[in-house]
């Protein structure tokens, strides 16, 4: 019997190799033959990203325009992954749950579970009971409308979502919430760019990124800040390079040295795997993990020291005067700041730093793209701000080849807030869609992840209903995430694989099994299809053809208008059933209730679709002042105890968000084994480790310690006094409280740690 990788000895290179290239394909071909049918995962995907087939299931990154768009093979790596790990052969049905009871299957590990396959057909555990069976669509509607309308309040229940379901099922779901009467809509936005939505919202006006692809190969300069581009959103890298060759330059902004912004053989271009690659970064900047905001000021602070001496000649004077507010209190600031400070504080040289200010000197077309490297700090919203203070001063916004670039990770988790889920949307919003439903939407916020966890510790949180993803593993502080969810009355998952969230779970369980993108979504009025947006604000058609997994499957839109008309029952006002006929009808509520969606179904079926509006682009700022903010940071030096080091979470090459592929890190040179802990050679020196020591890390925060052992000591070229694990492994030492406190992004990258080597076995 073949072992699992997991059982197999570690092995490590820790190199950097090129991204992409031959290597990609071939990583491509043994996914698909491993997990699916040849013919059907080829056929599928010609039809991922193109104008008549289905969007990615993976990350957010922008399809091309139509108009450019030659190639039949319009997707990456990681995003073919996802189609085979979706289309597998495999299946998990009844016979696999008289078979596996919930303790068996918490022994596997989270690799094995989904490799198990698409679940087939509802499924229920009952309190007592030891092996999930099945139940039909009419007694799981039931089942959740019976606990539902027993609730003492509808706070009791809790609605998350995760990024990738579709703008229609998504804009159905808050509405169902917000009928039911609760704001409750935690998503996996709260843990990953919250802090973008806020930081932007405030100073620019709106939460999304102000460039569209086609920005990024006209920029004179693009910085990447706490993303690693190979791996969470690959199809960037075709970008990078048509930038290099319109002699752009890049600078890389990561305490890891990533592949994914170092150098690129387009793995659909043969004549690009031999000979040299091409180089994607001009300079590199291994900043120490959170030394990104220091590293902004100090830049900044050397471009006004010039600017003092050339007025004009480095800040954007014009700009700055008729589209901006606060150049006077920024200034002031960075005329107080020691640069000194300010370098010790980024971990760099004042060389380097010079370096990467001499490139911004002379330029007006900046694009600064960032991920969960920037956004997963305490001080994430102060750092995006500096993010914006550096492109406002150079003029670098609403102008081709210029301005912000959020790089979201997950494929529509920008539509499903654009959608209304959120805790928190406007007055506006709630407005607007109780006029359109003739009913008063609740006025109180709701929970966002972080209260939403506390609500049920503390017994409030009975019901907690999961649109897709994989809560349990997602969210910081897994242990108690884990008691949180186990205090439930009753969780129930939408999914399409078995993973950690079934088996954590409440008094009572629900698995309600749903379609893919890559099926066909075939309602009793005929063929439907979904729509999605993407990071850059383009939203278009879905539509899967291929036949589903199993014919007891049902769409996420059905899933809720099934469970809505359960709830509320006959004589609710609202059309649930003739929504799930009809996703037309869907979208001209959508259109009624959400600004830019005029004529939907007539611009949605257009090949790319359209785009929403986008003040920033157009330097129309829908700020408070009407203008774009500049605004003051203040940096905190975080003085670390003698001995402790600062850990972030990262993903490796083979796995997408929650889902792990495979147990290698083909770009970092690690395999077989995710249970590492990368360190620097230095600090491994005086830790007395060598490579492949077991580890006991234990994380402090607000007095309490959390502990994971048997991790493995890799070397790596990591700046010292930091280290990484891999997530979601790692989210048992991220604590609940440790979070920005502006938006409650969890710090997943900046855990205060020490290492304590394990005596050997």
């Known amino acids: 019997m073949k072992k699992d990788k997991s059982e197999q000895p570690l092995k490590t290179n820790p190199r950097v190799s090129d991204a992409a290239g031959p290597r990609s394909i071939q990583s491509v071909a043994y996914h698909i033959w491993e997990e699916t049918y040849v013919g059907r995962g080829v056929k599928t995907l010609f039809k991922l990203n193109q104008g008549k087939g289905f969007d990615c299931p993976s990350c957010a990154w922008p399809d091309p325009d139509p108009k450019e768009m030659s190639s039949i093979a319009e997707y990456c790596e990681n995003g073919a992954k996802a189609v085979a790990w979706e289309t597998t052969k495999n299946r998990v049905d009844t016979t696999f749950f008289k078979d596996h009871s919930i303790e068996s299957l918490l022994a596997q590990n989270d690799h094995w579970l989904e490799k198990q396959g698409r679940l087939t057909e509802p499924l229920i555990l009952r309190p007592g009971e030891k092996n999930y069976h099945p139940i039909s669509w009419e007694e799981s509607f039931a089942e959740i409308a019976e606990h539902l309308n027993r609730l003492a309040e509808p706070d009791e229940a809790i609605f998350y979502t995760s990024g990738r379901t579709s703008n229609e099922a998504a804009f159905l779901y808050q509405l169902f919430a917000r009928q039911f009467g609760t704001n409750n809509l935690p998503d996996c936005s709260n843990m990953c760019h919250e802090a973008s939505g806020k930081a932007l919202n405030e100073t620019v006006g709106i939460g999304k990124a102000s460039v569209v692809l086609e920005d990024i190969r006209e920029a004179e300069v693009l910085m990447i800040f706490g993303q690693n581009p190979g791996t969470n959103a690959p199809r960037m890298l075709s970008e990078l390079q048509k930038l290099k060759q319109n002699g752009g330059k890049i600078i890389a902004v990561n305490p890891l040295p990533e592949a994914g912004f170092m150098q690129f053989r387009h793995p659909q271009k043969p004549w690009e795997w031999i000979g040299k690659p091409t180089e994607l970064q001009d300079l590199y900047l291994p900043v120490s993990i959170n030394g990104d905001l220091a590293l902004l000021k100090a830049i900044q602070k050397i471009l006004w020291e010039e600017e003092k001496q050339y007025p004009g000649e480095v800040f954007d004077l014009e700009f700055i005067r008729e589209f901006t507010v606060g150049y006077e209190a920024i200034t002031k600031e960075l005329e107080g700041c020691s640069l000194s400070q300010l370098t010790t504080a980024s971990g760099l040289s004042e060389t380097v730093i010079r370096q990467a200010a001499e490139m911004l000197r002379g330029k007006k077309r900046i694009i600064i793209a960032w991920a969960m490297g920037i956004t997963q700090q ?44 959120w805790e928190k949307m406007p007055e506006s919003f709630m407005n607007k869609l109780g006029q359109a439903f003739s009913f008063t939407p609740p006025k109180n916020h709701g929970v966002g992840t972080v209260d939403a966890i506390q609500s049920m510790l503390d017994g409030k949180g009975k019901v907690f209903f999961g649109m897709g993803g994989n809560f349990a593993l997602a ?26 969230s079934h088996l954590i ?59 809505a008309g359960a709830v509320f029952g006959p004589e609710s006002p609202t059309a649930w059933e003739s929504f799930a006929s009809d996703y037309d009808l869907i979208r001209e509520k959508i259109e009624a209730v959400i600004p830019g969606f005029d004529s939907y179904n007539e611009r949605i079926r257009k090949p790319g679709g359209f785009f929403l509006p986008n003040g920033s682009r157009e330097r129309k700022f829908n700020t408070s002042s009407g203008k774009a903010h500049l605004t003051v940071n203040p940096l905190t030096i975080q003085q670390l105890p003698h001995g402790r080091f600062i850990l972030m979470t990262v993903r490796s090459h083979d796995q997408f968000n929650t889902t792990i592929y495979g147990y290698d890190d083909r770009y970092r040179g690690i395999r077989n084994s995710r249970e590492v802990v990368m360190i620097n050679a230095g600090d491994m020196a005086d830790l007395d480790l060598e490579t492949g020591d ?24 990591i700046p010292k006094g930091c280290v990484s694990v891999y997530f979601p492994e790692g989210n048992v030492l991220v604590a609940i409280d440790n979070h920005s406190p502006e938006s409650q992004c969890p710090a997943s990258k900046y855990i205060e740690v020490t290492l304590g080597k394990m005596p050997a076995s």
């Open 475 to 500: 969210a910081p502080d897994t242990e108690k995430v884990f008691e949180a969810l186990q205090k439930c009355e009753l969780t129930v998952n939408v999914s399409t694989k078995l993973n950690r």
């Open 505 to 563: 779970h409440g008094k009572t369980a629900l698995i309600l099994p749903c379609l893919g993108r890559t099926e066909q979504d075939i309602s009793s009025l005929g063929a439907q299809f979904v729509s999605t947006e993407d990071t850059a604000g383009r939203v278009r058609m879905s539509a899967g053809d291929l036949t589903p997994s199993s014919s007891y499957l049902k769409s996420e839109v059905a899933i809720i208008c099934g469970m």
């Open 694 to 717: 077991k580890i006991k890390i234990t994380s402090f925060f607000q007095g309490e310690e959390r502990i994971l052992e048997g991790f493995s000591a890799v070397p790596y070229d």
């Open 378 to 421: 305490r001080n994430a919203e102060s750092t995006i701000r500096e993010i914006v203070n550096l492109l406002l001063l150079k003029g670098a916004i609403g102008k081709k080849g210029a301005g912000t670039l959020p790089v979201r990770g997950h494929s529509n988790v920008q539509g499903d807030r654009t959608m209304g889920v």
